[in-house]
């Protein structure tokens, strides 16, 4: 199993300028998560699913859209972005009937706005 | 309002200085508290999830512990390899969403 994978690993965008970040899973997993992690602030929730075609918003949320068309995909998406979205993204994902409720973490986009 | 705080931010020990970092937490409801450890450029890895006051879990030389209010991990004589960023997180009841704090910023010197 592949677990978690992000892509792309990393970006620099201009102002204004938009991308879509593709996180995937193979573990079957129903919940989905994306986050940001900036120097000093901690991982902060943006969007998560709890099952296909399902989002909501979390901790973070403007500026950024998602959609989870298929079970095994999460999409961040920056319509417009700024220099303050520059940041680590990580997506995780987690079973729902899991014992420990643990999430497992791809290994990061970096993203820089300029 | 939901919080996680840890403590120190950053600590150095020498090879085989144990010690504990604190992670101290207000939330409604404890769903769950986790452990991660998080190697610069990677992202957070699983260690250990507490659910109840009194609980203890252990890996290797490593310990978690929950109270109420507070929950540590008690690193026995750690070695340079355990340097890395240890990062907690709460699961408020009722909801899908995990607060994480800032994390300590772990170094061991041999």
């Known amino acids: 199993n592949a677990g978690v994978t992000q892509t792309p690993k990393f970006r620099v965008l201009k102002t204004g300028q938009s991308m879509t970040l593709l996180c995937a899973q193979d573990?079957?997993?129903?919940?989905m998560y994306w986050y940001r992690q900036d120097p000093g602030m901690g991982l902060r929730l943006i969007h998560y699913s709890v099952g296909e075609g399902t989002t909501a918003k979390g901790e973070v949320p403007d500026g950024y859209n998602v959609s989870r068309l298929k079970k095994q995909n999460f999409l961040l998406g920056l319509e417009s972005a700024a220099p303050s979205q520059t940041s680590v993204y990580f997506c995780?994902?987690?079973?729902?009937?899991?014992?420990?409720?643990?999430?497992?973490f791809g290994p990061g986009t970096r993203l820089l706005v300029l | 309002e939901d919080q996680v705080t840890q403590s120190p931010e950053a600590l150095r020990l020498q090879e085989g200085e144990s010690s504990s970092l604190n992670c101290s937490y207000t939330?409604?409801?404890?769903?769950?508290l986790f452990w991660y450890r998080q190697d610069p450029g990677k992202g957070p890895e699983f260690l250990f999830t507490?659910?109840?006051a009194g609980e203890e879990k252990e890996k290797e030389r490593l310990k978690a512990t929950l109270t109420k209010k507070e929950s540590f991990l008690h690193i026995t004589a750690p070695k340079p390899e355990d340097s890395a960023t240890y990062l907690c997180?709460?699961?408020?009841?009722?909801?899908?969403?995990?607060?994480f704090g800032t994390g300590t910023r772990l170094k061991v010197l041999a």
């Open positions: 573990m079957n997993h129903e919940y």
């Open positions: 939330v409604s409801g404890l769903r769950g």
């Open positions: 507490l659910y109840s």
């Open positions: 997180a709460v699961q408020p009841g009722g909801t899908y969403k995990y607060i």
């Open positions: 995780a994902s987690r079973d729902r009937g899991q014992e420990e409720e643990t999430q497992y």
